[in-house]
């Protein structure tokens, strides 16, 4: 049987990913717009905790666990829908299972983290992982995406935000909490809009049931 090559079309499982994707940012920075309206001083604390510092404080601590449970969650949820039908998707799909994963890693390190120097530099460690895997990831999606403006601009945003920590970190700065939060938000937005792309209208070739392309 001779394949039958077909160009991009539109999966109806798409819409059920790229609603999750939504759900889980809109969830993560509502619970952590939350702590910052309970904590407002955070932002210009030049304690170097940055998001970290709403899981260790009592009146944040709830709402932070909620972000990122929530984020989690949603981001495995929004994995096990995308399908495995090209190359590009099950690497998008690999990509939320393991970002799912930091997240919740990332929450069971906060909790124990000002205990002692050894969870605190598990907890940097783990961090920094995420927002390393988020900066690649956001490359890899306006790689695999039609090139627009936007996506690169969200990616300009977010790298300017890890920039801003990396900064903090060494010590010139204190500007922990809003280069997180810039980089996230830039990160949330741009995964929302490209993973959308990627798996409601994503091209290439398939492989059918009986071997041939679709």
């Not at 904590?39 to 709403?54: A, K, M, Q, T, Y």
């Amino acid at each position: 049987m001779r394949p039958t090559i077909r160009g991009p079309y539109t999966d109806p499982m798409g819409g059920r990913v790229s609603r999750y994707l939504v759900i889980s940012q809109l969830g993560f920075f509502a619970f952590l717009a939350i702590c910052l309206a309970l904590v407002p001083r955070s932002l210009v604390d030049h304690n170097e905790g940055g998001v970290s510092n709403f899981g260790v404080t009592a009146a944040t601590r709830i709402p932070y666990t909620l972000a990122f449970l929530t984020g989690a969650l949603f981001i495995l949820m929004a994995g096990h829908a995308t399908p495995r039908i090209t190359p590009t998707r099950n690497s998008f799909r690999r990509g939320l299972f393991t970002l799912g994963a930091l997240f919740l890693a990332v929450l069971a390190s906060t909790y124990p983290y000002k205990v002692d120097v050894t969870f605190k530099d598990a907890h940097i460690v783990i961090a920094t992982l995420l927002i390393a895997f988020e900066l690649a990831m956001s490359m890899w999606l306006v790689y695999e995406t039609p090139r627009h403006w936007i996506p690169i601009l969200l990616l300009v945003v977010q790298a300017t935000g890890c920039l801003l920590a990396l900064i903090t970190l060494i010590g010139i700065l204190h500007l922990l909490l809003v280069a997180q939060l810039l980089a996230g938000a830039a990160f949330g937005v741009l995964l929302v809009r490209s993973g959308r792309q990627l798996v409601q209208c994503g091209g290439g070739t398939e492989v059918s049931g009986d071997g041939g392309l679709t």
